[in-house]
């Protein structure tokens, strides 16, 4: 099949142009929205002809920065080459990429960290600012010109409808056979008018499977041919192995008690590879007709839908390794059967995710003695990658577990902390923390409660008895009038494990 017979529309045909040329239709200023969600979807020419372009212009003496809004993370070929020419003004709402998150930290590049079920409706209340320039990857444009979306879905909807003028990069590697597995709802209206979604069950079609455009503002197509990220999963080690065996129990026990069918609740399953030990942990366990209702189809969840322990997910994006992607592309018709892809406010919409009665199971970087979790900033100050979706699930999750190793760089650093030194989600959002050492539930404890209960389960025993020392010393000192006993700390100390962090390089002092 030749690229060209992937551009239906004859209209469209006569737009496709190199992606130089579609480059130099961006300028200095303009807010950009391009698809892309977890490495899979992103437009792969024009960001890279968009990067050389800023980089000769500023060499010239020009100044030329965009901002760069996206689904998520995106790949090398887009963050990073933007990033890496200094071409970023401003980047929302998650990323991933090393030289990305370098400039971020370096105070070069501004970031805004925003729920990705928020973004849409930001743009569309008019909270962001003008969008620009839409540039989409899609599989296909039919002869009436509606789209067959890529391997993502993320915000392309809106940034479709919203942007003043739409870059289209038709990609020839992306599978044809996606056709029909996507689920664009177009029923969302802004408040006062808006209506509930109607879904009640993970794998309801409630859209159509192509994305609409106004071809009026249609200014280029660009033909790629290029593969999605390749997503990277070490085998479980023996910590994920662990955190996994204990969310089994937790699960078994849940069910056991009646709070819980049997096949459990659809699964939402986070980014990494502790995450897909988990699936893989469910995949060997003894839950059966599972589902899924997630933001990122990885590795784990397709092994499940292959040996049928998962019966259908939903998802917005494909994160998949060279592995998986072979046997999703062998396997594409039954794969279509069971696969939904949703656009990303839908995938993660706080009324469904509450109505559905999602598990939702996401990693962080640590957690207090009471619960808060800090998910995106390393010591306080230093972004690693973003929120997510993680805020999306985690309030209004029928439970929400939150999973770390209890330990970071060698055991200098203990991800149970007297108190997290940036909070993404509250001790009000957070049932569930789980480590390696253990798991510890938290529904229905009073903080002080809490505390006893996420360091005898979830420390590393070489930090507990710190712990339960300053938790004693803490409650004393309120006792005595320096504090108050609902949530107690001993404010000069809370953070000094992580300013010791900074200083000596490990947060307990040497004896
Ligand atoms: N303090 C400082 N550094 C820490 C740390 C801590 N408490 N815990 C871990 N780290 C370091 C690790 O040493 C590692 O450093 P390195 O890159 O130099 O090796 C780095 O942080 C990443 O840790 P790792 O354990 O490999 O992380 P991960 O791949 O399991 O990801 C998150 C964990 C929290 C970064 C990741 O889950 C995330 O980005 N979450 C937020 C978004 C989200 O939840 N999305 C899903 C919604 S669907």
């Known amino acids: 099949m030749t690229h060209n017979s992937r551009i239906a529309h004859p209209g469209l045909r006569q737009k496709i142009m190199s992606a130089d040329a579609a480059a130099a239709l961006i300028h200095h200023g303009d807010n950009v929205g391009m698809s892309g969600f977890t490495g899979a979807g992103h437009p792969k020419a024009l960001p890279q002809a968009l990067a050389h372009r800023i980089e000769k212009a500023n060499q010239d003496g020009g100044h030329f920065r965009i901002g760069v809004w996206t689904g998520a993370s995106t790949a090398p070929e887009l963050d990073g080459a933007l990033a890496k020419v200094g071409g970023i003004e401003m980047r929302l709402p998650y990323q991933s990429d090393p030289t990305c998150r370098d400039r971020i930290n370096k105070g070069e590049m501004d970031y805004i960290d925003i729920h990705l079920s928020h973004v849409a409706q930001f743009v569309w209340f008019g909270f962001l600012g003008k969008l620009s320039v839409a540039v989409v990857e899609v599989a296909g444009i039919l002869e009436d010109g509606r789209l067959i979306p890529s391997s ?79 997503t990277t999963f070490t085998p479980p080690d023996e910590n994920s192995q662990r955190i996994a065996g204990h969310i089994l129990d937790f699960l078994g026990h849940e069910v056991k008690k009646g709070r819980l069918p049997a096949n459990l609740l659809p699964l939402q399953s986070g980014v990494g590879n502790i995450a897909n030990a988990v699936l893989s942990g469910l995949n060997q366990g003894p839950f059966n007709n599972l589902t899924g209702y997630t933001e990122v189809l990885q590795d784990g969840m397709l092994e499940m839908l292959k040996s049928g322990k998962l019966s259908m997910a939903s998802s917005t994006a494909l994160s998949l390794s060279v592995e998986g992607m072979k046997e999703f592309l062998d396997n594409l018709d039954f794969y279509r059967q069971r696969i939904v892809l949703r656009p990303q ?32 900033h390393l010591m306080g100050t230093r972004i690693m990658n973003g929120i997510g979706g993680s805020g999306d699930f985690a309030r209004n999750a029928y439970l929400s577990i939150f999973m770390t190793p209890s330990v970071a760089k060698d055991g200098r650093i ?40 996420v360091i005898e389960r979830c420390a590393h025993p070489d930090y507990r008895p710190a712990l339960r020392d300053y938790v004693a010393r803490a409650e004393s000192a309120a006792r005595n009038g320096h504090g108050g006993m609902q949530t107690p700390h001993i404010l000069d100390e809370a953070l000094s494990w992580h300013s010791r962090f900074e200083r000596e390089g490990r947060m307990l002092a040497q004896d």
């Open 152 to 230: 993502s879905v993320g915000n392309n909807k809106t940034w479709l409808d919203q942007a003043d003028k739409v870059i289209l990069e038709v990609n020839s590697m992306q599978p044809l056979g996606l056709e029909g597995m996507h689920d664009i709802y177009y029923g969302t209206d802004l408040p006062p008018n808006r209506k509930p979604i109607p879904m009640t069950g993970p794998g309801d079609r409630i859209g159509t499977p192509y994305l609409h455009v106004d071809l009026d503002k249609v200014v280029a197509v660009v033909e790629t041919s290029q593969p999605d990220r390749n």
């Open 345 to 376: 406010e839908i995938s993660n919409h706080p009324e469904l995710v509450r109505r559905l009665g999602i598990i939702s199971m996401n990693g962080m970087i640590e957690a207090d003695i009471y619960g808060n979790v800090n998910s995106t």
């Open 414 to 453: 203990s991800c149970i902390v007297p108190m997290a030194s940036h909070v993404d989600h509250t001790e009000h959002d957070v049932q569930v923390l789980v480590t390696e050492q253990g798991l510890a539930d938290l529904r229905g404890l009073a903080p002080r409660q809490r505390a006893t209960v």
